[in-house]
Every structure is written in structure tokens, then in C-alpha cells.
């Protein structure tokens, strides 16, 4: 029987330079879609899915990450003296409890791996989740709880994929499939960034991962791979015909806010999932697309 998912690793390290200036004293993961953070989707993804400890991998620059999930006594105290239960309940209702949130520091940023293997002595000898804060996924129901879903009936490890276009393919990890049924499709090799043209197939993983502890002996390895960087793509890839590996192809949308278009294209979308938003801005996106 698989061991329950109870951990979930956030790298929050990066600089966002593609979102400069906003993000020269301001973390990315800080950026907002429509009013939460990026890394409040992904947290409040992981606690859907029953996650229970949640580890950040940060770096220099980062604490207003930190400060987002620990009280604020000030604005707490002003809300309740002005009867503001509705902005009070927003507040609350997703924060971790005391002694559920964990940092450590990636000193330099030597890649995705690198991050996720300075998380080992939180992570311990158990199975745990990795969320990108860059990947926003609209969903019914939670991309993270789909995959530990999947993670019950294979084991092993899981990955969330999609298909991309194949002249996308040098921005992801892309898998050779093996047995494929629509939903899960059994991995039989992983190739980090490949040019479209070596490209085992187009489907590709996104932000989203479920991984047994073993991993952390690769990444021990400190290996490069692509872009000179540790890749997490590149130690699981040496975890195939070990242990069981599955691709979930899952239901929702995937959004790339590491991307200035993808990030609009969300905000757009979550806005318009709002019950409050969604008639003013879909009339506001009428009248503005019949001026264009």
C-alpha cells in the first residue's frame, strides 16, 4: 500500500527576472492573481490534497514569503476591532497551523534539482510533492488531489504532464511512454529540454510532482545537466526501472505565470471564474475586444 502524502516541497528560490522591474524587491511567487499570491494557490492546492508540512526552498530577498504565512497581528487586531469578519475569515482560513511551515535556504541557484535536494532533511525517508508557484492550474478539482489520487492506485512516482506543442518541447521535461490508457501513461524515459526535433513525444511535465525519497540519493550526485543546472528531470530519469513512474494527464487548464502572456491569460481566467468579477469583466472584455 502507497504512503500517504503527508509533505510538500515549494522551490521559491528564483529571481524572476523576467518580471522586472515588479520583481527587484518583491518575490515573484508574491505576484498576484487577482487578489491572492501566486504561492497562496499552491499552498492552498497542497492543503486540498492533505498535505500537512509545507516546506519552502527559499532565497535572499524572500521574506515576504515568510511574513504571508505567519500572523499579522496588526492588521488581525485592526480587522476584528472594525468587524471586518469576511477580509479576517480571508486571511485565516488558509494559513498553515503553527509548526506546519518549514524554510531552509538554497544558497545558489544551481537549478530545480538543487532545490528540491535542499529540502532532504525536512523531507526525511517519505514520499512527498513538489509544486511550482509559476504553474497556476484551474481545475475543478485540484491538480495536486487528482495526482495523489493517481498516486494511490500506481505508487511510485507521478508526474503531472501535457501535451505541448512540439516546437515547445526544449522548455520541458518530455517523456518516452510506454503502456498509455488516456490518463496515465507509463514513463520509460525522461529527457530534460530536447530540441523538438529529438523529442521523444510532446508530452510534458509541468510544475506538479509526487516523489518517492530515493531521488535524493541522485541529486546527492549533483550532477548538471541541461543549462549547466542540477536537474530534478535528470535524477528521476535514473529512478526509471526502479520504481514504478506514471505521467498524469490531468483535468484543468495549466497556466505558465513565469510567462508575462501566461500570466495575463490567468489573471483573466481566475478573474472570470469569480462569481463577484466575472459578469464586469467578461462585459469589460467584450467591449474592449470589439475596439481592437
Known sequence: MARRIRKAVFPVGGLGTRFLPAT???PK??????DKPLIQYAVEEAQAAGIEEFVFVT???KQAIEDHFDFSFEVEDMLERRQKTK????IRAWRPLSGQVMYTRQQ???GLGHAVWCARHLVGEEPFAV??????????????????????QTGGNVVAVMDVPREHTQRYGVLAVGRDDGRLAEVKGLVEKPAPDKAPST?????RYILLPEVFDELEKKQKGAGGEIQLTDAMAKLLGRQPFHGLRF????????DKLGFLQATIAFGLARADLKDGLAQYLRETCREL
Open 24 to 26: 527587484k524587491a518583491m
Open 29 to 34: 511567487e508574491m505576484l498576484p492573481i487577482v
Open 59 to 61: 532565497g535572499r530577498g
Open 87 to 90: 477580509e479576517l475569515e480571508s
Open 108 to 110: 545558489e541557484p544551481l
Open 131 to 152: 509544486l511550482l508557484a509559476d504553474d497556476l492550474v484551474l481545475s475543478r478539482r485540484p491538480c495536486l488531489q487528482q495526482m495523489v489520487d493517481a498516486y494511490s
Open 203 to 207: 508530452l510534458s511535465i509541468i510544475g
Open 251 to 258: 483535468e484543468g487548464t495549466r497556466y505558465d505565470c513565469g
